[in-house]
Nanobody
Framework: QVQLVESGGGLVQAGDSLRLSCAAS?????MGWFRQAPGKAREFVAA????????YYSDSVKGRFTVSRDNAKNLVYLQMNSLKPEDTALYYC??????????????????WGQGTQVTVSS
């Protein structure tokens, strides 16, 4: 049973930066970051392979966000720059556990954390 804990969220102004961290106690494979705003479905943000050599981003965050990991510390990071009000959401990290669909599909992930809130004011 793998437990994930997200941290690093907060209230910032548009254009500011935040770095989210995900502590994974246990083994890990591909790790994904997702976010969910009130009244909306959970959406893919970024993902990183176990080795860290492959990264993936949604079009809305590409060029602004960077995902990385430190396997020795069991940590995954999401560096968020040039934040926009539309980035406001509860951010989750998760472990990919299935491969029946694409890496962007939340249905392929499990062991979700509790999330960390990111709020960006205009």
């Amino acid at each position: 049973q793998v437990q994930l804990v997200e941290s690093g969220g907060g209230l910032v102004q548009a254009g500011d930066s935040l770095r989210l961290s995900c502590a994974a106690s246990g083994s890990a494979s591909t790790m994904g970051w997702f976010r969910q705003a009130p009244g909306k479905a959970r959406e893919f943000v970024a993902a990183i392979s176990w080795s860290g050599t492959s990264t993936y981003y949604s079009d809305s965050v590409k060029g602004r966000f960077t995902v990385s990991r430190d396997n020795a510390k069991n940590l995954v990071y999401l560096q968020m720059n040039s934040l926009k009000p539309e980035d406001t959401a509860l951010y989750y990290c998760a472990i990919r556990v299935a491969y029946y669909s694409t890496i962007y599909d939340s249905g392929n992930y499990g062991s979700w954390g509790q999330g960390t809130q990111v709020t960006v004011s205009s």
